[in-house]
């Protein structure tokens, strides 16, 4: 029988425990530890350090959920078929050995994602210095700003099976409450914009729960989930809730959102003691230009050196289908290129369309075929006019000669 326990790094359990003892101190200036590590929540941080930073995409990890220091086998499997065989092969000896229910109330997998945490943090320099910018404006604590790792790697591009879309997973109602969701922009998919909408939602969340374990635990399950949990537990303990709230919504995912928080905040700020080689992208430095009218796409972007495959990357709020840049829409832009497109986007505004050149050499033709068919008609009714006065001319009186006896045939 194979056991194995996570052993937490001497300096990590003093850490957690030195915040632990700082949450439950009376008078603890609660902005300068804004994320505490509830008491009992330090296993469940260390597993998922674990999962980010120790075990490959190949590892499955076979655990108990309730307690996730608790390991029972990590077994190497890919995914597809014949690796979920293997897993659950797996899964049904655990189960025999340690006497358990069939079910994921004390045996839970979960696939290593070490690859996809790093990938996650070299996508971050492209953005991460600004979007802690945008918290700190928004007077919203900084370290919220990695959340993205929690939720899509940051990739902006990311969509769930239900809808949700972008770095921080806006779902469409939620997204429209705080940014531009519509047919020709969708905010969602902008790094900057959708950053700012998450900062005014996390802030809404602390003021209405008043503390950032379950604020952040909200952005995840929302606000009135976790008012029917406080109400169920009578406690506003995330702790309590986890322990004691029994709700079919109120699952694993929620109940270690604010565990894998902390965990990617601890692993960020401390990136080259977990990953020491890991070299972040470079900082992205776009500036924003508002278009007030619109314009075609093609009129502006050659003019200006731009190409579609840049505009779009620059700006991926907006359908690489889309013809128009869409009314009132900022573009973003790097420092560089802002003059050309601007100049670009004013003669394209000034000089005639296409459409319109179209249309008015196709009116053009129109009345000169018009005219000719007029003219023509005319012609032809003068034509016959004449014809038949030559007609009548020629042709005897016949009248007058029955009548005129002097006239023979």
């Known amino acids: 029988m194979t056991q194995l326990r996570l052993v937490l790094s001497k300096s990590l359990w003093h850490a957690l425990a030195w915040l632990a003892a700082f949450a439950s101190c009376p008078g603890a200036a609660a902005q300068e530890r804004p994320f505490p590590v509830p008491r009992g929540l330090e296993t469940s941080v ?17 655990f108990d959920p309730v307690d996730p220091s608790m390991i029972y086998r990590v077994v190497r499997a890919p995914d597809n078929d014949q690796g979920r065989a293997k897993v659950e092969g797996e899964r049904a000896r655990v189960v025999a050995d340690y006497d358990l229910i069939d079910d994921e109330t004390r045996i839970r997998s979960q696939r290593g994602a070490k690859e996809h945490f790093a990938e996650g943090l070299r996508i971050s320099g492209r953005y991460i210095a600004q979007m802690q910018k945008i918290f700190l404006a928004e007077g919203v604590p900084v370290e919220l700003a990695y959340l993205p790792l929690v939720e899509s790697s940051f990739n902006i591009r990311a969509r769930s099976g239900v809808g949700a879309l972008g770095m921080w997973q806006f779902m469409p109602e939620t997204g429209k409450k705080f940014m531009r969701v519509d047919a020709a922009v969708d905010e969602r998919r902008d790094p900057m914009a959708s950053t700012g909408a998450a900062a005014r ?9 008043g503390n950032w374990p379950l604020a952040v635990t909200a952005y995840n399950h929302g606000t009135e989930g976790i008012f029917r949990g406080i109400k169920a537990v009578e406690s506003d303990n ?4 986890i322990q004691g709230y029994q709700s079919p919504t109120f699952g694993f995912a929620s109940k270690n959102f604010y565990a894998e928080f902390l965990a990617v905040v601890d692993i960020a700020t401390n990136r080259d003691s977990y ?9 992205i430095a776009l500036r924003e230009v508002e278009v007030k009218q619109r ?28 013809k128009f840049i869409p009314l009132g829409y900022r573009v973003k832009l790097p420092p560089d290129k802002v003059d050309g497109f601007l100049s670009a986007h004013r003669r394209a505004l000034a000089a005639p369309s296409a459409k319109k050149i179209a249309t008015a050499s196709k009116l053009s033709k129109t009345k000169s ?26 042709k005897p009186n016949m009248a007058s000669t029955r009548a005129n006896p002097a006239i023979r045939s």
């Open 46 to 62: 260390e597993f998922w350090t674990q999962i980010f930073t120790r075990y490959s995409v190949a590892d499955v990890v076979l």
């Open 201 to 209: 939602l996390l802030k809404q969340n602390y003021r209405i729960l």
């Open 369 to 394: 075929a018009l005219d000719s068919r007029k003219t023509a008609k005319v012609a032809s009714k003068t034509l016959a006019r004449s014809t038949a006065k030559a007609k009548v001319a020629r």
């Open 238 to 241: 995330l702790v309590d809730l």
């Open 275 to 283: 990953f020491p080689f890991l070299r972040a992208h470079r900082p």
């Open 295 to 322: 314009a075609p796409l093609f009129a502006v972007l050659k003019p200006a050196a731009i190409s579609q495959s840049d505009f779009f990357e620059w700006n991926p709020a907006l359908d690489s289908s889309a």
